[in-house]
C-alpha cells in the first residue's frame, strides 16, 4: 500500500469541501462509514475526542464540520447570534438556516454527515472570566471580540488545550495559534469568497490534528503573497509572513 503523507490528507479534506457544496440528508441514510479504516495508513495524525468550539459562524462552523468528519466524537459549540442572510455566503448553512441559533444549526450540519456525534450546544455572548465553556482537548477560537481573543490562548494552555483560530479575507486563508492586534472585518463588512471561509477551517483542522503546529502568516497582514499562502500546502508546514 503507497503511504499517504500529510498533503495527500489536505487534498482529501478539500475534497470534502466540495463535496458540502452539493451534500444533503441524503448523506445521512448512506451505510454506515468507518472513518478509523478509512484513515488507516496515515502517519502523524492524532484526533482528539472532544473538541469546544467557540464561535460558530464564518470561522467555527466548517472547522466543526470537518472535526467530525475525521472523527471527534463530541463537541461543544457556542455562539450568541443567529444565521442571518449574510452568513449563506461564507458558511455551510443553508437558507432554510436563517433565523436559528448558529450553534443549532452547525450541529444539524455536522448530524447530515456524521449522524453519530454527540454534541451540545449554547446560544450565550460569552465573556473572558466564564471557565464553563472549556470541553475537550482543542479550543477552535471563531469569535470576533477582542477581550475575548486575547484571553483565550492563555486559558485554554492552563486547561492543557491547544488553540487554533483561523482567519480569511478575500481570497486570503490562514491560521494562527497566537493571537495578534489587528482588526478584524465583521460578518458582511467586507467581500467574502466561501471558498477562502471554509479554507480557514481546513487549515485549523490541518495544524491541530495532522502536523507540528506552525502559522500560516500573520493575521495582522491578511494581505499575503500568494507564495506564502502555498508554503501551507508543502509536507504539513508553512512559514510566517515578515
Known sequence: MTEIDRRDLLILTAGTTLGLVSAGPAMAQTQPFDITAAMHGLKGISIPEQITVLGTGGSGCWPAVFAAMCGVKEMLLIDA??????DLGRTCFRPSDIGRPKSE?????VKIFRPETQIKTIKRFVNPGDNDIYFG?????????????????EEAAKRNMKYVQGFYKGLYAGV????FETEWTKGGDGPVWPPSAALSGILQIYAVFAAPFNFTGNPANLHMPDEVMAAAFVNGSSRPTK
Open 137 to 153: 482537548t482543542v479550543l477552535f477560537d471563531g469569535v470576533d471580540y477582542v477581550p475575548l481573543n486575547k484571553a483565550l490562548p
Open 105 to 109: 444549526a452547525t450541529a444539524d450540519i
Open 176 to 179: 494562527t495559534s497566537k493571537y
Open 81 to 86: 447570534s443567529d444565521v442571518s442572510a449574510d
